[in-house]
């Protein structure tokens, strides 16, 4: 069980901070509302009527969003590498490198794809 207190302590702090965060935050936020702060924020897209059926939406936001996930997911499993790279000898190079050349691969396909390009 002693190996275990650290986490539950890490784990109570960050609840604390969460719970302080929120708590903190509508006590010393603004109380003045407006219109501009009370509509939706989408990204740099100016809001627009929506027919009642729902309407388009455009695709760049979620290209956005899986591009980060890919490259984020790409750091994720480079940190341990990292740590670890005396002791995984040549068989985790070869994963790594297996890895980095997919990640590679993603990378060429949303360029090609113009994923890359910021109008």
Excluded: H
């Excluded at 109570?12 to 939706?40: E, H, M, W």
């Amino acid at each position: 069980m002693n190996g275990y207190i650290p986490i539950l302590v890490l784990g109570a702090i960050a609840f604390a901070f969460a719970v302080f965060s929120v708590a903190i935050s509508g006590l010393t936020g603004p109380k003045r509302y407006n219109r501009a702060r009370l509509d939706s924020y989408e990204c740099g897209i100016e809001p627009t009527p929506q027919p009642v059926g729902g309407g388009r939406f455009p695709v760049k936001y979620f290209i956005t969003a899986m591009l980060f996930i890919v490259f984020d997911i790409e750091i994720i499993f480079l940190f341990p590498y990292a740590v670890a790279f005396d002791s995984l000898g040549l068989f985790g190079m070869v994963e790594m490198m297996l890895f980095i050349l997919a990640i590679f691969v993603v990378y060429a396909y949303v360029w090609r794809r113009g994923g890359l390009e910021w109008d």
